[in-house]
């Protein structure tokens, strides 16, 4: 019996080992193989051996070569309706129109407020009344991490904002009256919506808000015949950006058309074809010849004194009124829509709407 075991343990231990010591291995014979350089016999009337790359629609493709750093494509961010509401910008307030009653209002309000807390301020809401909501201060320059060291080792901090809204009822639906204060060393000053370009964007963005929170609540069963709503002329993506509706019957060629019979818009051909608010003659250039002023302190109050001629190598200090805008027709399913390029400006989407608006008022 103990022999028996004895043998079979020798014959496992065999097997188990892969008989490596009978079975010669030939797992590696790949690497000194040789090619056979026999050539294959074909029969007649075979077609050429061609061994080749098939691209797919290869003669379709302009270029093969890599041009760059490989970008996968993605679906366009399409321009989407708002509700008609009416924006007034004037001096240091903004009024807007709701069709909606007062708590709906104080609701979209508040709403749109949270949307702006953060990590530091979670309530952004001060106070909230009936009739009156006022948020906290609101620093609107985003900082990094050094920037915000920099500024509690200094005690340099940027400006922050303080909103009022004010609501009232206007016929069937309510107004909100916004203002802002600027917060800079324990002085409170109104702000200039005309002038303040950040502050203002963040009026547009609540605007924009509340007028798709509209649009929403018009869809629903309990809301249809209630809300008398129409669409506004202006369409926004999701980035923020504006375009103008021309309708489903608008000919793209005729662009040049309806842009001079526009009163408030001129077209400029140089030094590349775009809109304007100003003629071409006043559309600030690069390369243009400007002065190169100083202030100077004088019994009068403070002035510039010219010290010579420079040319203009960028437009970063040209205000928006002197520049040319590209311009083009883009075409989605609901119709055409005149589109104004704005990304060479600090808030492309407050210009798109400033410049699109003039269409409106």
Known sequence: MRKYAVTTIAFMTLVISGCSSIVKDHG???QTAKAVDKPLDLP????????RLVIPNEDQVLNLDPTGEFEAPRAPFLYQPIADVPLILNGTTARLELPSDMLRAKSLVTSYLATLATEDMLDVVQSSGDELII???????????????????TRLYPPTYQFEFSLSESGSGSVITIEGFTQENDAREPIDLDEDAEPTALVLEAW???????SEDSVLLSNQGKIDLSQSALWVNQKGLYAYYLGKQFDPSEIDSFIRSQPEFYLVEEPQKGLAVVPSEEVARVGDVVEFTVPVKAQSGSKQMKLFNVYRRNLDDVEWTKRSYPYEVVKQ??????VVDTSALELPGLMSYRLLSMLIN
């Open 44 to 51: 007649e009337g075979h077609e050429p051996v061609e061994d």
């Open 28 to 30: 590696l014979d790949y």
């Open 333 to 338: 399913k609901e119709g055409y829509f005149l």
């Open 208 to 214: 924009n808000y509340m007028a798709r929170k509209v």
């Open 135 to 153: 948020s906290k201060p609101i620093q609107l320059e985003k900082q990094g991490f050094w920037r915000r060291t920099w500024s509690s080792i």
